[in-house]
């Protein structure tokens, strides 16, 4: 049975280039980081968590709720291929419950925090909004999207943001991989966006450049059920 089962909806991806020896401390062993065109990426990405099972239960409260992540990118060679995955700057939820099993079990870092969001249907477009509160300002991700969706296209930059399959997490002398199964989604082409958010109060002095950086690509990803398998230390 999967650790954890769920419906990923309505992803916000926020894709900046970043230099990548801001990330040499954040890279677990045993990984190393996964470009696309030569280029390194940091992704800010908002999206619904939905009918949350834990080992199959419901659990009060917590099935349903927002997230947002500062992620980026990497790769792992085992068994003469490669597999591609994710590393979490921070992930952010306003639940404490989700914060605690989720550092706790999976050695993730996650922070809890009041959070909200909307989804407006303007007829010809739609507008998704997600929100998250840090002393007493909201910080915005807003996107306007098309109505219609398309397939996402082969060797493209939105394949790759999106199609990295594992989690990898450093703890101290060891590097945690878990698998994230879902089927290839597809995305909605974006017609506006706007972000305003304080990455130097949210993730911290190194990431403050981001204030002030545009974003490379601001993608729409609709989404599916997943299922996040059981943790397990490799072997390095």
Request: net charge neutral; hydrophobic share 40%.
């Amino acid at each position: 049975m999967s650790f954890l089962t769920a419906q990923w909806s309505n992803l916000a991806l926020i894709n900046y280039v970043i230099d990548p020896k801001l990330l040499e401390n954040y890279i677990p062993k045993g990984t190393e980081l996964d470009f696309y065109n030569n280029k390194c990426y940091i992704s800010l990405v908002g999206f619904m968590f939905e009918d949350v099972k834990l080992l199959g239960i419901k659990i009060p409260f917590h099935v349903n709720f927002e997230e947002v992540n500062l992620r980026f990118y990497v790769k792992r060679f085992e068994n003469n291929e490669w597999k591609r995955g994710v590393v979490f700057i921070k992930e952010i939820v306003p639940k404490p419950a989700l914060t605690l099993v989720a550092n706790t079990i999976y050695n993730e870092h996650y922070k809890t925090l009041p959070m909200k969001h909307s989804v407006i249907d303007n007829q010809i477009s739609k507008d998704y909004v997600y929100q998250w509160k840090t002393k007493n300002k909201w910080n915005t991700i807003l996107v306007e999207t098309e109505m219609n969706p398309m397939e996402i296209e082969i060797n493209s930059e939105a394949e790759f943001i999106t199609e990295h399959y594992f989690g990898y997490t450093k703890h101290i002398k060891h590097t945690f991989e878990y698998e994230v199964k879902h089927p290839r989604w597809k995305q909605v082409k974006i017609v506006n966006h706007q972000i305003d958010v304080d990455f130097k109060e949210v993730y911290g002095n190194e990431f403050e450049f981001l204030n002030n950086q545009n974003p490379i690509s601001v993608l729409f990803a609709q989404g599916s059920k997943i299922s996040v398998e059981h943790k397990k230390r490799i072997k390095l």
